[in-house]
């Protein structure tokens, strides 16, 4: 891959900027007058790369996408191992898979899916990507024989369906143990549906 244009530098710094005034601020009251501000440049420069807040947006939805296609890292120069679709399910499961987006941007941005038809695109190119990539780690896998899961596209997205609901439903949970309890018990499902056992966690107890 090439060098990034000037351009393309420009357009990152300032999505970075966007994401972290949106996060503390909340999207609806994020406007490219205090993106500048932060940035301490004129507005004008903003609008040079980004003729209105939608255009910014969707360049911010993209920058999701690249954030969790993170979790899919191959550690082994060999190629795929059983670890690795191990510790990528763990992380699926993880506070640090959780952190890599804010949860209320990402579901305002959800919201504004049923609204506008290109958010909506973009959103189901996000979560097609990730089934898809697990889906890959997961065929890798079984033509190594590691594991025998008789289809890997379906597994895959039950896994999501698991990461998708968990996230959802315990985005309303204040209570840390019981957060902590429920998603270690999703995960250890997660590895029931692929015939495996986590990597770092012992048996965990049914969740109540």
């Known amino acids: ?64 996408l690249e954030r969790y296609l993170l979790i899919y890292t191959i550690k082994h120069k060999g190629g795929m191992t059983l670890e690795d679709l191990q510790r990528t399910v763990e992380m699926l499961f993880s506070k640090k898979w959780n952190l890599l987006f804010d949860d209320g941007l990402f579901y305002t941005f959800y919201a504004l899916a049923f609204r506008e038809k290109k ?28 594991i025998q899961v008789e289809n890997p596209q379906v597994t895959a997205d039950l896994i999501f369906v698991l990461v998708d609901g968990a996230y959802f439903y315990l985005s309303l949970e204040d209570d840390k143990k019981a957060y902590d309890d429920r998603l270690d018990y999703y995960q250890a499902m997660a590895f029931k549906i692929l015939g495996m056992k986590p990597l770092l966690l012992a048996d965990l107890p049914a969740a109540t």
């Open 119 to 146: 958010i909506k695109v973009k959103y189901k190119t996000i979560l097609d990507s990730l089934r898809s990539a697990l889906a890959g780690m997961i065929e890798s896998c079984n033509e190594k024989k590691l």
């Open 1 to 64: 891959m090439g060098r990034k244009s000037l351009k393309e530098t420009r357009q990152q710094e300032i999505v970075k900027i966007f994401y972290k005034v949106a996060k503390k601020e909340g999207y609806e009251n994020t406007s490219i007058a205090k993106i500048a501000k932060v940035m301490d440049i004129n507005p004008s420069l903003i609008i040079h790369y980004f003729e209105t807040k939608e255009d910014l947006t969707y360049a911010l939805i993209d920058y999701i």
